[in-house]
């Protein structure tokens, strides 16, 4: 998996190479977190809150500056510390 080169957005976009050579996109772990958020404010599915902590508890690194300069500009910066503060 690599970075691939975007425009400055939140998108941060891996790209995940093929069998075949050709690189695949794939949304990173920060921007699913943030679409979930998002999901979860706009429905207020617990679902989503539920897939966020499982996704933030997995172990992996995770970008918390990105996650937070993003849920600001989203509007879900309460979301976003209510889940990190109950890891």
Excluded at 5 to 19: C, F, K, N, Q, S
Excluded at 22 to 50: F, H, M, Y
């Amino acid at each position: 998996i690599r970075n691939l080169d975007v425009a400055p957005t939140m998108a941060r976009l891996l790209g995940l190479e093929t069998r075949l050579g050709t690189l695949a996109p794939v949304v990173s772990l920060e921007d699913c977190i943030l679409s979930k958020l998002e999901w979860a404010a706009n429905s207020g599915s617990e679902r989503q809150i539920s897939d966020v902590r499982a996704m933030l508890k997995a172990g992996r690194d995770v970008d918390i500056q990105y996650l937070q300069r993003w849920a600001a500009e989203l509007g879900i910066s309460e979301s976003l510390n209510r889940v990190l503060t109950q890891q």
